[in-house]
């Protein structure tokens, strides 16, 4: 089954790319005179024709060695990257989060409200993504279509996350490409100069979307952004342990530890939020970690919990 050219996702398209176009330059190199230089092409291709496989992230693409590399993004992994952003703010933010803080926390979901269980079944259909395609369930929540205006709100809320995270997307790639890794990749380089263009390209991307972030408020839409692009990744493939024993590329877990230190949070109420929601996601993502998110402690002591989870990761994935 190829995915539906009438994708849900379609219609921010633009809207990614204008995310991508204004985030801050490179190396103090701007969009356009990259493009002038012959170091990236001006076109970003979209995929859309993709049969029954994991959805593919995005990569450059050269069809010879004197043509300019091209970055594509794939429709399905589009898909996937909005309907797990949505799904788990929702999940996070009214689930879970808004409980504790009002001491109503019973240590599971509350499914008998309609739009938990609705942002359940679309994390559920997200996560069905990896191995198989199928059309986007047209009674659940997506960018075209709100069933209730809390879930509006929410909507538009991962609209804007949606398009910032998929900036940072491309805007890894990006950093390949001005960076030259490209060209690593086709010579016979030691993992370690491979691992190190990959957390160059992670901190090239992360401060193209954060440099200007002046204080915690600006800086909340765009972590959410980087943190669901890296964790929406455990969908990209069918056996889960990928994700973290990979040989050229750094680890996820790694890479969430490292971005979320570069964010810095200064006020309380973040240092802890974006730590949980890693916490709670891997949780879910890995069952058998069984990491007891229902505990106070990951409330009390987010990064702890963090830290031992990524123990557990690393022992769990060798």
């Given at each position: 089954m190829n995915i539906p050219p009438d994708s849900p996702v379609l219609a921010l398209e633009h809207n990614v790319t204008w995310a991508f176009e204004n985030a801050t330059p490179y190396s103090g190199k701007s969009l356009s005179e990259s493009v002038q230089n012959g170091?990236?092409?001006a076109e970003i291709g979209l995929n859309c024709n993709q049969v029954d496989a994991p959805p593919q992230g995005p990569f450059l693409h050269r069809p010879n060695a004197k043509a300019i590399p091209e970055m594509h993004l794939s429709?399905?992994?589009l898909e996937l990257l909005w309907s797990f952003i949505y799904s788990w703010m929702v999940i996070y933010e009214s689930g879970i989060q808004k409980p504790m803080l009002e001491g109503s926390w019973s240590g599971s979901l509350d499914i008998t409200n309609p739009i938990i269980h609705r942002a359940l079944r679309l994390r559920e259909w997200s996560a069905s993504l990896r191995t198989s395609a199928s059309k986007w369930p047209a009674d659940l929540p997506s960018p075209i279509h709100y069933p209730s205006k809390q879930e509006q709100w929410y909507g538009e809320k991962a609209n804007l996350v949606f398009q910032q995270a998929a900036a940072f997307l491309l805007g890894h790639e990006y950093a390949h490409a001005l960076g030259k890794h490209l060209e690593a990749k086709t010579h016979d380089v030691s993992d370690y100069e491979v691992l190190l263009a990959e957390k160059e390209a992670d901190?090239?991307?992360?401060?193209?979307?954060?440099?200007?972030?002046?204080?915690?408020?600006?800086k909340l839409d765009k972590a959410w952004a980087i943190i669901t692009a890296l964790l929406s990744s455990l969908y990209l493939c069918s056996d889960m342990k990928q994700a973290f024993r990979q040989r050229r590329h750094p680890q996820l877990h790694h890479r969430l530890q490292h971005l979320l230190s570069m964010l810095n949070f200064q006020g309380e109420q973040y240092q802890s939020y974006f730590p949980m929601l890693c916490v709670i996601i891997l949780e879910y993502a890995i069952p058998e970690l069984e990491i007891m998110s229902s505990s106070e402690a990951i409330f009390e002591d987010a990064n702890h919990v963090l830290e031992d989870v990524v123990e557990r990761i690393t022992a769990w994935s060798k």
């Open positions: 170091h990236i092409n429709l399905k992994h901190v090239r991307a992360f401060e193209s979307l954060v440099e200007f972030a002046t204080d915690d408020d600006e």
